[in-house]
């Protein structure tokens, strides 16, 4: 009966260790700053629920520079409830090891902040995004505009 026991605790043991081996692989990506570099084409889409000024919807398309180091611009077409409006941005992006990210923009000529939560996906080509700032249900899918070593990068 020991023997018996004794396998079967084995066995747990052993499926226990396969279960939860991808959860920690799943964790720990490898990612960096460094993975996320160069220019992005993105489009963003969504609404402003408040302040009652802002409320209607947003579209923008644009492009995104990271330096791979945590620096980015952007420059972008806004369209906010029909009316457009260039807009640049200068910021700071930190990349987890699990491909998550955050970075915080300042956006002009809004003289705003924004802060924004991102997933890398596509092996670093692409990353969606959302806005995290009360009021504003807005998301960003942005794909490399070069391939990776490309002479224009």
């Not at 609404?47 to 952007?74: H, I, K, M, W």
């Not at 990210?101 to 969606?128: D, K, R, W, Y």
Request: charged share 10%; hydrophobic share 40%.
């Amino acid at each position: 009966m020991k023997h018996g026991n004794t396998v079967r605790m084995l066995s747990g043991l052993v499926l226990l260790a396969f279960s939860l081996s991808p959860a920690a692989l799943a964790d720990n990506k490898g990612c960096s700053n460094t993975s996320l570099k160069g220019t992005f084409a993105f489009t963003g889409t969504g609404f402003f629920v408040s302040p009652p000024a802002l409320a209607g919807p947003l579209a923008e398309v644009g492009t995104q520079n990271f330096d791979g180091r945590g620096a980015t611009t952007y420059t972008a077409t806004l369209s906010q409830n029909g009316n457009i409006v260039p807009v640049t941005a200068t910021g700071t992006y930190t990349v987890n090891p699990d491909c998550t990210g955050t970075m915080t923009v300042q956006v002009a000529p809004f003289g705003i902040t924004l802060h924004i939560s991102f997933a890398i996906a596509s092996s670093g080509n692409e990353f969606h995004a959302i806005e995290t700032e009360a009021g504003a249900v807005i998301t960003r899918i942005a794909r490399r505009q070069f391939p990776d070593g490309d002479w224009r990068q």
